[in-house]
């Protein structure tokens, strides 16, 4: 029987939410999602003196819900367990090892395939974790897998409303005017923008090395607060602009990857050549 046909049979449509779901509306929620399931990546992190802990896992979350009431898909549960090392030296932030990163990282796509999701999306919500996440899905090539891990990285847009848009140059970047107006957008009372000018969220460049140098203090050496731009001017208006534009592109890379055919075949005839390289034709 059709999914849709079963939850209009229960007078009402299917939670979005893994967990609010029943285990017999479960097995249809994936029949409607087409086995494809969407893991916002979050993080829990000082977001300088404006912004609530957890804004990145909450803004991604609340993109995913504006996202996958206009394509269905199945959220996985707050998952947070990300790369944040780099503030360890601010209260409420929570860093775990890198080895154990990658293995609950793992560990969780496992989980979910052997649930049924064999096209699970990993919606980067956190900056830290874009490194992290393409080399975890460069490391799905190691061993067979019978799913397919997608990232999902929003990218600037040339078409982005004017009402999405910063009030000024230099006040974007994290804990900035973006990110406490999305918090704006959802949970207000957790947003703070009147206390914005409370510390420094400039670049207090205290390292000088050429740009194709790379060292992981960098962002401490530059924004010890934890803080980068000014979150003054944060709004409601402008946080509910920018999250249902931001859903409108996940929903369309939720689309596509619902529709790719392509990705697990092509997936499975690398790892069947994998298994016996010499037989690779030359
Ligand atoms: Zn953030």
Redesign the pocket.
């Known amino acids: 029987m059709a999914a849709i046909a079963v939850s209009a049979l229960h007078g009402q449509s299917l939670s979005t939410h893994w967990e609010d779901l029943t285990a017999p509306d479960f097995v249809q929620a994936l029949q409607q999602s087409k086995q494809t399931c969407l893991l916002p990546f979050g993080?829990i992190?000082k977001?300088g003196p404006s912004?609530p802990l957890g804004?990145?896992l909450m803004?991604g979350r609340y993109i995913a819900d504006l996202a996958s009431h206009q394509e269905y898909t199945i959220i996985f549960p707050p998952y947070y367990f990300g790369q944040i090392a780099e503030a360890r030296s601010q209260p409420g932030t929570l860093a775990y090892p890198a080895r154990i990163q990658m293995k609950l990282l793992q560990l969780t796509v496992d989980e979910m395939a052997r649930n049924g999701c064999k096209k699970i999306i990993i919606q980067n919500a956190?900056?830290g974790n874009t490194m992290l996440l393409h080399y975890f899905a460069q490391t799905q090539l190691d061993q067979r897998h019978d799913y397919v891990v997608y990232g999902y990285f929003a990218t600037p847009a040339s078409d982005l409303p004017a009402a999405a848009k910063p009030s000024k140059p230099g006040v974007d970047g994290?804990?900035g005017e973006g990110?406490v107006s999305n918090i704006m957008a959802h949970t207000p009372q957790d947003a703070h923008p009147e206390r914005a000018g409370q510390q420094s969220g400039a670049d207090q460049q205290r390292l000088s090395l050429p740009g194709s140098v790379y060292t992981g203090i960098w962002w401490y050496a530059s924004y010890p607060n934890h803080y980068q731009g000014d979150a003054s001017g944060a709004t409601a208006a402008r946080g509910k602009a920018a999250t249902e534009f931001s859903a409108k592109q996940l929903a369309a890379a939720i689309k596509a990857i619902k529709e790719d055919t392509s990705a697990a075949a092509i997936q499975k005839e690398f790892y069947d050549k994998a298994d016996t390289p010499v037989n690779t034709k030359q």
């Open positions: 993080i992190e977001h912004g804004t990145d803004n956190h900056g994290h804990a990110e």
